[in-house]
């Protein structure tokens, strides 16, 4: 697995800077990594990835899909591991799936403090706050350590290699690695997710913050609804229109989001 993991780290010094990653961005980066591992490497990454909890799922998207080569297919999906197990709509494959390792729940596998590190910025006197643990920095390591480890399950390792590929591309972005704090902001900005554009002509009155949890998936419904453009029927259930919108709340129209 060392030249897999020098591999990736070389790929990632050639990605120029982008928005924020989604399912599309961390396949992209899986994809150039993948170009440059050795027929042997690729046949050890998928016998390693044939005992990870969501192989039976991309089996068959990759089926579904056309897709002949199902290990670099899969290999792509674990990319994005991370973020689709973080899903709890009802009508999704990886919430409805009951996978169980030591007797823990699927969700067990979700670590939504792992993708990211809050380094204080300030650019004035606001007085900071430390970044929390675990997050990406001291998880990275850890991950490689499993992942390096012969003695670890499987299905451990497994779920370490997706960890280590989506925490590479997640390192890489600017807003994962930063909390801004200002005298407006005194907890800091949550890399970004307090920050909304303001829009005057948008009839949304003055600026304010939202209490609730957003992700970047909700920017194109948000838009969509605040400019009474129907959401493209074709695209309603693809990576660009996953979110939700948030226009309800911003109208003060909606007290809440459904929980995700």
Known sequence: MRKFISTLLLVFLFI??????????????????????????????VRLLKAHPAWPIWVSEAKAAGVRNVGAF??????????????????DPYNSSHVRE??????AFNHPTWHYIDVPVTFGVTPVEPARQPNVETQLPFCLR?????????MRRALALSWVVHLEGDLHQPLHCATRFSRALPRGDEGGNRYLVRWPNGKLGAARDIDVPTQNTDLLPTLCELCDVPLPAAEKNTELFR??????LLRSDQPALPDR
């Open 16 to 45: 120029p800077p982008a928005f924020a990653w989604n399912r599309v961005g961390h396949e992209v980066i899986a994809n150039l990594a993948w170009r440059h591992f050795t027929p042997e490497l690729r046949a050890r990454i």
């Open 74 to 91: 899969a290999f792509l999906r674990c990319s994005s591991y991370p973020d689709d197990v973080r899903t709890r709509r009802p009508d």
């Open 102 to 107: 030591r007797g823990r729940p699927r969700l």
């Open 146 to 154: 499993i992942l390096e480890n012969p003695r670890q399950s499987r």
């Open 243 to 248: 979110g939700v919108s948030l226009a309800g």
